[in-house]
């Protein structure tokens, strides 16, 4: 039973469905038209997206005061306007007060579950943009799992109105979530470089040493946020950067003059710094989830 | 679903041309650290909007491949890292000018690339321009006055790699 109520749609679903039997009541009573606006008008006022129901809600009371005085103006009638704005009034404070009241969706648990399925699809498609370099025999997938991925990240975090405590943090965490995917897509368009194999092939053992250790920070991070148990003695990363940006120096000359004349050079230099970026990065979110 | 493709291409463009203009909107405007989320906002939303554009036609192409149109959206991506990288954001001011004309060449192009009458050649000079006017400011001034200069260096070829990226994108999707 405690799972049922876990889930944001079926609280939606409740908090709707009693919403609009109070308001059906209330409509037999009290309305003044028969156009049912009380139950249409709290059903409205209840579109709205996790976190900021209050602040929606109320905007879209506003919207529809106004739609309602430009109607009144047109029909030139302030009777019109009083009796239309007497049901959409009761409406609206229904509709904000049950979204606010009755099982309120909880933007922890959207939020997670969005971020889930995103820091899953990270692990994958960076350890594919390494076979793809290291050129494992394995072909392109493309973007489109990932992209996929991303598009359920949610916007309304940002939105105003959205609880100012929460916003600070979820605000910090999402930039970062998405800083990391341009990191990845750097790393995947570096990837798709047709590279001196030679060259590869000197940069390959540190390379995987250094991705897989990648692979787990993530997983632990992964692991956190499913609230399970983080796994120990998990590395910091640096002594792995540090250490492929080592033998990166000792395959490659880093004076700039001579980086400048091999694109192959400027290329997997970028990508070895790409790891110093999504370290910084991996770093400050495993921070913000201490 | 020929007018169908070129709309939803169209719409694709629209959003490149969004998600670059506020990428070097980030590096031009002075107020971007004071308004930092909401330029994080903006690319959030044309982001989203630019992954369905892309799934679109990924429907409509079918098993086409689409990795010159990846290729495009990623390098921009990989100039918006650049922001991550220098960490002085006043060393923008000194590459202010040549930002702007980056933005306007790229805007430029893909504004006008579903018009017919449009002449490629100009704007992609205009482009290659601009590369070496920056390259030319890198090693007479920002290789001395960055803290890390080789970030401006990956930032060049990103930028050379997005004129090569245009072109082929224009080639296989507009001019075909």
């Known amino acids: ?290 | 679903m020929k007018t169908k493709l070129k709309k939803t291409l169209g719409k694709f463009i629209n959003s490149l041309n969004q998600l670059q203009s506020i990428v070097f909107s980030c590096y031009i405007k002075r107020d971007y650290f004071a308004n930092r989320y909401d330029y994080e906002k903006q690319i959030h939303r044309v982001r989203i909007q630019l992954f369905h554009h892309m799934k679109k036609m990924r429907l409509l192409c079918g098993d086409q491949p689409l990795s010159s149109m990846e290729n495009l959206y990623e390098i921009i991506f990989s100039l918006n890292v650049f922001k991550l990288r220098v960490a002085d954001h006043a060393t923008f001011e000194v590459c202010e000018n040549e930002m702007k004309l980056f933005t306007q060449c790229i805007s430029a192009i893909l504004t006008n690339a579903c018009d017919s009458r449009f002449r490629e050649n100009d704007s992609m000079a205009q482009l290659s321009s601009a590369i070496n006017n920056f390259e030319e400011l890198y090693r007479s001034t920002l290789q001395v006055v960055s803290y890390e200069p080789i970030v401006f260096l990956y930032f060049v070829q990103n930028m050379i790699a997005l004129r090569e990226g245009l072109d082929i994108f224009l080639r296989d999707f507009i001019y075909a």
């Not at chain 1, 910090?172 to 979530?177: A, E, G, I, N, T």
Request: a neutral charge; aromatic letters at 14%.
């Open chain 1, 1 to 290: 039973m405690r799972n049922v109520f876990e889930s944001n749609q079926l609280r939606y679903f409740f908090s709707i469905s009693i919403a609009l039997v109070a308001a059906l009541i209330i409509n037999h009573y009290y309305a003044i038209t028969n156009g049912f606006l009380i139950p249409l008008t709290a059903i409205y006022v209840m579109q709205t997206p996790i976190g900021n129901s209050f602040y929606q809600g109320m905007r879209r009371l506003i919207l529809i005061f106004m739609l309602v005085a430009i109607a009144s103006f047109i029909v030139f009638s302030m009777r019109f306007f009083y009796l239309i704005m007497h049901d959409v009034v009761i409406g609206a404070m229904m509709g904000v007060f049950a979204n606010v009241i009755i099982l309120p969706r909880r933007a922890d648990i959207e939020f997670r579950k969005a971020v889930l399925s995103l820091v899953k699809g990270f692990n994958d498609y960076f350890m594919s943009n390494i076979d793809l370099l290291l050129k494992n025999e394995v072909v392109d997938k493309g973007n489109a799992t990932f992209e996929t991925n991303f598009q359920t990240l949610p916007a309304w975090v940002y939105e105003a109105g959205f609880d100012n405590g929460l916003q600070v943090g979820y605000r910090f965490f999402l930039v970062k979530l998405e800083q990391i995917t341009d990191v990845l897509f750097a790393m995947h368009h570096l990837a798709r470089h047709d590279y001196d194999k030679e060259l590869i092939a000197k940069i390959r053992l540190p390379l995987l040493q250094c991705a897989e250790e990648f692979s787990q920070f993530l997983s632990a991070i992964l692991a956190v946020l499913e609230l399970k148990k983080a796994p120990e003695n998990v590395s910091d990363l640096e002594k792995e950067v540090t250490e492929l940006e080592k033998q990166f120096q000792a395959i490659v000359p880093l004076s700039l003059e001579l980086l400048d004349m091999k694109r192959d050079y400027v290329y997997l230099s970028e990508f070895v710094f790409c790891f110093k970026d999504l370290r910084k990065l991996l770093m400050k979110l495993a921070e913000a989830l201490r």
